[in-house]
Every structure is written in C-alpha cells, then in structure tokens.
C-alpha cells in the first residue's frame, strides 16, 4: 500500500508527517534540527529516501542537511557521520555549506551591486537558502535558490555547490530590488519534457527563464502589471509570490503574484490575469492538482499589509478551469477569527487519487486533504511557525 | 590544550557535549584557535566566521577572562590563560528571546 511523507519546515526545526495511503492516521517525528529555521526541506523524484534540508539561523547561517534513508538520519553532506572530517593532508573535508557567488571571468560576470530598498546600490550578500529542488532523474543533482537572489547547483549530493550565474548576469541583474522578505529566489521548477529548461522566480524581480540549462536566462513578466513599481508593465521588478506547473503540460504555468493570480500557455513569455471571483488575489502559495492540469489551488490573503485571509475565514480556492472560475473549500478549516498566513512554499500535493493537499500554517496548523480540497483535517495543530510544506508519495 | 566553549547550536551540529579541547599549534590567537577548531570540526566552517572574508559573523561575540575579545583583531594573542588552558573561550551567540 502507498505511503505518504510530509515534510514541514517551520521557524524551529523540521518535521516529518506519515500516514499510508488512507491519510487519516498520522505518525508526528521531530523536531528534527531544533531551534533552527528550516526554509526548505524536499525529497529527490529519483531516490524517495534522499531528501534535502536547508538549516540557517542568523546567528550561525547556513547549513546543508542530507537524509540518505527517508529522514532516519541526516548529516552535512561534507562530513558523513562515521568518515574523517579532514583529508590525509589535514584539510577539512566537504564545502557543504559554502555558498559563494561566483564573479570569475570565466563564468561569472562581475557583477557586485544590486539594488537595495532605497534605490541605491547594495553588495550582493548570501544569507540563507530558501528552496531546494531535486533534480527529476539524479539523486545528486539539486539546485538551491537563495537570498541575495541567485541559483545554486550541486552535482555531488550537496557536498560542494556552484553558483549559475548566467541568472545574476542578466542585464537587468544590477536593477533588481528585494521585497519586504528579502530579495530570494524562492521558486525552482524543473522541465520534464525538457532538461535544459528550468523557470525561477526572485522576489521582487520577477520570473525568468533558461533554455541552455542554466547559462543563459531570459525575463518571463510579458503581461504581469503591477501599480506598485515606477512601470507598472516593467520587464522586471514584479514581486512574484509562487509559481506552479502540472508536469504533463510544462508550458503551461500558473502564477501568483504578489496581487493577481496569472496563467502562462507559453511557457511564461505571455501572462494573463485569472483571478476571477476570488475575494483577494493577494496570496503567496499556488499548486496545481495531480491529476487535473487545469485544477489549481491558492490560499487568498487579505492583503499586502494584511497578511491574513480575508473575513478571519481560511479558505482555499480551487479552479477547475485553470482560473476565472473558483470555489471556496471551507469543510474542516476554520470559518471565524482565523488570522494566519500561509506562506508560498507551504502548500504541496501528493500524488495518490484521490489527490491528496497540503499546506501549513503561520499558526502551526498542517491541514491536510484526502479528497482533493473538499475536506481538510489538521494533521497537527501547534508545530512552530510553518515555512514550507512538501509531500513525497512513497510505494 | 586549549579550551573552547560553543553556544549549544553549535555543539549540536559538531556532535559534541561541553567544552571542546583543542592542540593550537604556534602562538594562540583568535585566528590558530578558529582555524584548529574547523579544521576539526569542518561542520562549524561558515558558523562563526564568513567562509570567505573569515569575518566574525555579526551575532557572534568572543569572550574570555570575562573579557571582550569580540573586536580584538584576529592575530593578536589571547589571554595568557587561554594560551595556557586555565580558562576557556568562549564562542557566544547574541542574546535572544527578550
């Protein structure tokens, strides 16, 4: 029978959720990495038992955490447990928490500045990790988007880590600015049809493109308008929140931004608005269902200084026409003096039918539904501050 | 030897309990006590210092002989305590939680 795992990061350590396929019962393990925040945590689509964690804190940065055996145990990918820590020579072995931007002339433009809240120019600075993505088909391969805005990749199990910077290299690379949480590249979504394209998306640059695995990149925001940059229709400079892709139709995008939820048939070079009837399109989180490409799902938030849904209700909207048209699913999930946030990467879907959704809460909440987002049932109710959510589907 | 003391989080990720005891080759500094420290425990690279600058990170402070040594420059010689092990140093994270 399947099983499911999720996996929760929050602002105090990592937890791990299992049920089997009927996800009623449910087995809690953690606080895996206490007291530290855990951005991102996600399983490799070629090895289910090979996950990724991203631990920082602000006192002591950034630390790469690797499970080998489905989140028993986990080490930095440096220092396995059990091998010396340094070489023959006495040099400390592994590099898997540097993260270095890189500026040779070889490969890396040398760029130093971006722009900073104000408009002046600000030093490119690595602060922490906020997304992990696997690679579809190497168990070592991962990419790692950041703050200061940039792509990582490792291609040895997360021991050593290079910078693409083909993405920082972009022209418009000195104009970006962050938004209100940081300037992050929070968004890594792999082609499957094709292994050298990859989509990314920075807060608040926009969304981008490459075709030449990762070399060169190109601004994907034709259409996007948002009233709160100087050029509402700029080709860079909009605060994308999420963006979601079905993997039998990876041309066909879904967005949301910081207001508006958007849709791509063209693998991002045009946008249209399908915020329909939702009561805000204000939001951070948006997936699409397992099975139905043209059902989505997104959280809405009341607005950009109210991060909390609109009426104290929490509800999660569905279309299942790819947008314009959206239900509200309330059944399970608090209807009154509800005032938490769920932020983008917390919301996940398993791949089971009925499909199964997930997502957590800035309250500690992790809801869960088995039946496609007609009911929800909280899986725990008080973990820390939730941060990310992702659901591996397990034989 | 020479005795270090870490903030909790960082003796986690180092898989030790207490102090951690360290043979400092040539004059004691800031500087030979951090390098023999992730030379020993590679996981602690980049939690104390900027893997690149070798900078003290901003919420890590350095004390010993309840002395600040946080901006003390990194070649200068510790405490002749330290040097001797009598008395540790001690790796501090700010203080949190109000």
């Known amino acids: 029978m399947s099983k499911v795992r999720v996996l929760v990061g929050t602002r105090k350590g990592a937890f791990v959720l299992k049920s089997d396929a009927k996800r009623e019962r449910w087995d809690v393990s953690g606080p895996h990495f206490a007291g530290w925040e855990i951005y991102h945590l996600k399983g490799s689509p070629a090895d289910p038992n090979r996950l990724y964690a991203s631990q920082s804190s602000g006192w002591f940065g950034q630390i790469i955490q690797r499970s080998d055996d489905g989140a028993k145990t986990w080490h930095q990918p440096g220092t396995p447990p059990g091998e010396p820590t340094t070489t023959p020579e006495g040099m400390p072995k592994g590099e898997s928490n540097k993260f270095v931007y890189d500026t040779s002339p070889q490969t890396g433009k040398p760029l130093t500045t971006h722009q900073w809240y104000d408009g002046t120019p600000h030093p490119w600075e690595f602060k922490r990790v906020w997304h992990l993505e696997p690679s579809l088909t190497d168990p070592d391969t991962v990419y790692a988007g950041v ?57 608040a640059a926009g969304a981008f493109r490459t075709d030449d695995a990762g070399r060169t990149w190109q601004p994907i925001n034709g259409g996007l308008h948002s009233l709160y940059i100087p050029n509402p229709t700029a080709e860079v400079g909009h605060c994308v929140h999420r963006i979601a892709m079905h993997r039998s139709r990876p041309g066909v995008l879904f967005m949301q931004k910081h207001w508006d939820v958007m849709r791509s048939d063209d693998a991002g070079k045009s946008w249209h608005e399908v915020s329909g009837n939702l009561p805000s399109d204000f939001g951070f989180p948006i997936d699409v269902h397992a099975h139905e490409p043209e059902t989505i799902y997104v959280v809405p938030i009341k607005s950009d200084s109210e991060h909390y849904p609109p009426d104290g209700k929490l509800r999660v909207y569905r279309s299942r026409t790819g947008g314009n048209e959206w239900e509200a699913l309330t059944k399970g999930l608090p209807q009154r003096d509800c005032y938490v946030n769920v932020l983008r990467d917390a919301m996940a879907v398993d791949s089971l039918d009925p499909c199964g959704v997930y997502f957590g809460t800035t309250g500690g909440q992790v809801y869960a539904s088995a039946d496609s987002g007609d009911s929800w049932t909280p899986i725990v109710r008080d973990l820390p501050s939730v941060v990310s959510v992702e659901v591996q589907t397990l034989p | 030897m020479i005795r270090v003391v870490l903030p909790a989080h960082l003796r986690t990720l180092a898989r030790v309990d207490g102090e951690v005891t360290l043979h400092v080759e040539g004059q004691v500094t800031q500087r030979s006590v951090l390098d023999t420290l992730e030379a020993t425990y590679p996981m602690l690279r980049g939690t104390i210092r900027d893997h690149v600058t070798q900078q003290r990170r901003a919420f890590v402070r350095f004390f010993a002989c309840e002395e600040d040594l946080s901006h003390e420059l990194p070649d200068a010689p510790l405490p002749d305590a330290v040097a001797r092990g009598v008395e540790p140093l001690l790796v501090v994270g700010a203080m949190a939680g109000g």
């Open chain 1, 147 to 203: 703050e200061d805005a940039a792509l990582f990749r490792s291609t040895d199990g997360g021991r050593t880590w290079h910078e693409l910077a083909g993405l920082r290299g972009h022209d418009s690379g000195p104009s970006w600015q962050p938004g209100a949480g940081g300037m992050c590249l929070h968004t890594i979504l792999l082609d499957p049809s094709n292994p050298e394209r990859i989509f990314i998306a920075i807060s």
